[in-house]
């Protein structure tokens, strides 16, 4: 049984720093696409970025790239989501994600495609 649990949300102003981690148990994760998404209320559930656990190969979001980069932790079998120079616009739930095999970045941008899911935490970004 996956499971994803996220940490790391919570309240910060705008320009400040915050990284979350998603801690995934369950299984042997190395052929794993793992991704973060975002949900703001009354918007649908957007893509942030994924990496590839094994190798590392990352894609973005156009409106994250150079604020937020995307790790893995082999030895914590963690991905990490560092995000800097947070802009109130970037207030949501942040979802964790995880789907077995390689997902190009088209597919990988796509929610449906990831069969599993954390709880989420929340980022509040102040003005």
């Known amino acids: 049984q996956v499971q994803l649990v996220e940490s790391g949300g919570g309240l910060v102003q705008a320009g400040g720093s915050l990284r979350l981690s998603c801690a995934a148990s369950g299984r042997t994760f190395s052929s794993y696409t793992m991704a973060w998404f975002r949900q703001a209320p009354g918007l649908e559930r957007e893509f942030v970025a994924a990496?590839?656990?094994?190798?590392?190969?990352?894609y973005y979001a156009d409106f994250v790239k150079g604020r937020f980069t995307i790790s893995r932790d082999y030895a914590k079998d963690t991905v990490n989501l560092q995000m800097n120079s947070l802009k109130p616009e970037d207030t949501a739930v942040y979802y964790c994600?995880?789907?077995?095999?390689?997902?190009?970045?088209?597919?990988?941008?796509?929610?449906?495609?990831?069969?599993?899911w954390g709880q989420g935490t929340r980022v509040t970004v102040s003005s």
């Open positions: 994600a995880a789907e077995e095999g390689v997902l190009p970045e088209g597919n990988g941008q796509r929610w449906y495609k990831y069969s599993y």
């Open positions: 990496i590839k656990w094994n190798g590392g190969n990352t």
